[in-house]
């Protein structure tokens, strides 16, 4: 007999597998690349199996299958993709099957259920789609190997993730080195130089710290794979027995593993490409990313952060514009708020109003440092 602990996890069971059908059906009209599109819609097409298995154990305790209303989170995460790009908002749901799979580790109702096996499937897929470093790249052979292998841990970044830190930043920054210059009673121009100087300083070291980050990340991908390209032509023996083994690894058996390992090595420019992204995970047609397209991100993620607590300083410095700048960046505060629960799930007031105390705190101690050194000073 279900009890009513065990009713309201078929529902949250349910409402989750509604979520991921919402998303992988998105997706599959989002993708231009046909065969990720059906890839989509095949995921979406186990994720309903599987509420068909919860759904006629609500209805054996007596109970109705509640109708499925996208959340505002889906509903945004499906925008992201549609305007974005799906691989912007594959991290997430990444998680979101890991959540899955933990979950249903606890639930006895999965026994005898393909449940278990079909999520762990379902995070290889979407891990691999992600690629390595969190970005879709369509799939490949040894994408596809990975599929029914290993599960493979990636180091990839979250695009969306990144974006919402660096505004984070820019607006934290920003709002806490003006209100310290407030603080001190300093004039409108001088809390306009202030925070216009310190904008450009935060976004610009943002700027190049992360164009020497990916600019040395490539330079390190060529140096190794040019090191691959000089043991391919010494020891090309040696080459074709460690690739044999790497599929070995994920699965193959020998004799299938040194077929696929001959025919690779038998085309030189293919078998540099594949030993790069299996021995190395380099993908040596993106390496990494573009420097400079980082470099610029960065530099705008920044500055459109900061930029809110100091456009009311255009108009005065009064008590009254300190507040209009306190309110405006509150409200950015919590828009970023707002990003945090898209990437992570945590609620939607826990994560704004986090973000809003934390960005007040540091307002709130600047502020306090300016009105004491200003109030020395002068």
């Known amino acids: 007999m279900a009890t009513t602990s065990d009713i ?6 349910i409402r989750d597998e509604q979520e991921s059908i919402a998303l992988y059906q998105a997706f599959a009209q989002a993708e231009q690349d046909k065969h990720l599109a059906e890839l989509y819609r095949r995921l ?5 199996h599987h509420v068909d298995i919860w759904a006629e ?3 054996k305790a007596g109970e109705t299958v509640p109708p499925y209303t996208p959340t505002w989170r889906v509903r945004a995460l499906i925008w ?3 305007h974005m790009g799906v691989a912007t908002v594959l991290p997430i749901v990444n998680s979101m099957e890991q959540k899955a799979s933990g979950t249903y580790t606890r639930q006895p109702e999965v026994q005898g259920t393909t449940i278990m096996e079909d999520e762990q499937s379902h995070e290889r897929i979407v891990n691999a789609l992600q690629g390595a470093n969190g970005t879709q790249r369509g799939i490949t052979g040894p994408v596809l190997a990975q599929f029914e292998g290993r599960h493979r841990n990636t180091s990839g970044g979250n695009a969306l993730r990144a974006a919402v830190l660096g505004a984070s930043d820019g607006l934290t920054t920003s709002l806490s080195l003006v209100m310290g210059v407030a603080g001190a009673n300093l004039s409108r121009n001088a809390i306009l130089v202030t925070g216009f100087a310190g904008m450009l300083a935060g976004a610009l070291s943002m700027a190049i710290g992360e ?3 990916v600019q040395s990340a490539r330079e390190l991908y060529l140096h190794q794979i040019e090191v691959e390209r000089q043991e391919l032509r010494d020891a090309p023996e040696e080459e074709r027995e460690e690739l044999a083994l790497i599929y070995q690894s994920k699965g193959l058996d020998e004799a299938a593993a040194q077929r696929l390992a001959n025919n690779i090595m038998l085309q030189k420019d293919s078998a540099l490409d594949t030993l790069a992204r299996e021995e190395l995970s380099i993908d040596p047609k993106e390496l990494g990313g573009s420097a400079l397209e980082a470099a610029i991100t960065s530099f705008l993620l920044f500055a459109s952060g900061a930029i809110l607590p100091i456009i009311p300083f255009l108009f005065g410095n009064t008590l009254l514009i300190i507040g209009i700048s306190v309110l405006l960046s509150v409200l950015g505060l919590f828009i970023i708020g707002v990003g945090i629960t898209l990437t992570t799930g945590v609620p939607l007031l826990k994560a704004g109003g986090r973000q809003i105390a934390l960005g007040l705190l540091a307002a709130l101690i600047t502020f306090g440092l300016g009105r004491l050194v200003g109030a020395r000073l002068g």
Not at 8 to 13: F, P
Not at 44 to 48: G, L, M, P, R, T
């Open 211 to 213: 164009w020497l980050s």
């Open 8 to 13: 309201e996890r078929y529902r949250a069971n």
């Open 80 to 82: 992201i993709a549609q």
């Open 57 to 59: 154990h609500l209805r």
């Open 44 to 48: 979406a097409e186990v994720e309903q």
